[in-house]
């Protein structure tokens, strides 16, 4: 009998022994706590990036001659290639209305874009301004961008997501980058639409999947895969 009982104290020993160096190897494989500075340029952090989804962004700032302007303090909002693709196939869609034989690619933006057009484009995403959550609301505030006359609205938003009764209730806290069409929309029975009821005129949401990385020239924030570049409808 005391040999089962010692049996037995060495299997639970052994079984807690695992469970504390599989913790143990979890706190090691999740990073630790993260780094929101990175040494290095705006322009450098977005073509070091492990997973290369910016090379098609940086082929734009580069034809239009950006890098200066990506380099200097202020803040990017940046499209990665999912949303210059989204940009591509949208303007596919639209010239096969007329002839389902034509095509859009990256060649044909470059083709019919001068370099100012496509800084126009691009611009819209830069601002001058150093934007942070903290500067950020609900409502939104309206900011300049790096092209002369084009402002976009910035706003910190809560959302009903990753909440758990009676474990986690802080709800968490989303920036977008909205381009306002006519007058900038209110909330009405629940949802926000214009004030002047065109369906058309609602404004265009970008919300930003990663925000708050600090380079050594500005700050950036990148917008979700699902955006359409230039702010395209």
């Given at each position: 009998m005391k040999k089962i009982k010692t049996t037995y104290l060495l299997i639970v020993a052994f079984t807690m022994t695992l469970l504390v160096m599989a913790c143990q190897k979890d706190a090691i494989i999740d990073g630790g706590l993260s780094n929101e500075?990175?040494?290095?340029?705006?322009?450098?952090?977005?073509?070091?990036?492990?997973?290369?989804?910016?090379?098609?962004?940086?082929?734009?700032?580069?034809?239009?001659?950006?890098?200066?302007?990506?380099?200097?303090?202020?803040?990017?909002?940046?499209?990665?290639?999912?949303?210059?693709?989204?940009?591509?196939?949208?303007?596919?869609?639209?010239?096969?209305?007329?002839?389902?034989?034509?095509?859009?690619?990256?060649?044909?933006?470059?083709?019919?874009?001068?370099p100012k057009m496509l800084r126009d484009s691009m611009g819209i995403y830069f601002f001058p301004q150093r934007i942070v959550r903290g500067d950020l609301n609900a409502t939104g505030t309206a900011f300049q961008t790096s092209v002369p006359g084009e402002k976009l609205d910035v706003s910190l938003e809560v959302v009903n997501q990753y909440t758990v009764d009676g474990v986690i209730t802080n709800r968490p806290e989303y920036i977008y980058l909205n381009k306002i069409l006519g007058a900038k929309d209110i909330l009405k029975d629940g949802a926000k639409v214009d004030p002047s009821g065109d369906v058309k005129l609602k404004d265009i949401k970008g919300l930003c999947q990663t925000t708050g990385i600090?380079?050594?020239?500005?700050?950036?924030?990148?917008l979700a895969n699902n955006h359409i570049w230039s702010f395209k409808q």
């Amino acid at each position: 009998m005391k040999k089962i009982k010692t049996t037995y104290l060495l299997i639970v020993a052994f079984t807690m022994t695992l469970l504390v160096m599989a913790c143990q190897k979890d706190a090691i494989i999740d990073g630790g706590l993260s780094n929101e500075k990175v040494d290095m340029t705006t322009y450098d952090f977005l073509k070091s990036h492990y997973t290369k989804r910016f090379d098609t962004t940086l082929m734009i700032i580069d034809k239009a001659g950006m890098k200066d302007l990506i380099n200097s303090p202020g803040t990017f909002f940046v499209p990665n290639n999912f949303t210059i693709t989204n940009y591509l196939n949208a303007k596919r869609e639209q010239a096969r209305k007329k002839d389902e034989r034509l095509n859009y690619t990256l060649d044909s933006l470059f083709k019919f874009f001068t370099p100012k057009m496509l800084r126009d484009s691009m611009g819209i995403y830069f601002f001058p301004q150093r934007i942070v959550r903290g500067d950020l609301n609900a409502t939104g505030t309206a900011f300049q961008t790096s092209v002369p006359g084009e402002k976009l609205d910035v706003s910190l938003e809560v959302v009903n997501q990753y909440t758990v009764d009676g474990v986690i209730t802080n709800r968490p806290e989303y920036i977008y980058l909205n381009k306002i069409l006519g007058a900038k929309d209110i909330l009405k029975d629940g949802a926000k639409v214009d004030p002047s009821g065109d369906v058309k005129l609602k404004d265009i949401k970008g919300l930003c999947q990663t925000t708050g990385i600090i380079t050594n020239t500005g700050v950036v924030h990148v917008l979700a895969n699902n955006h359409i570049w230039s702010f395209k409808q």
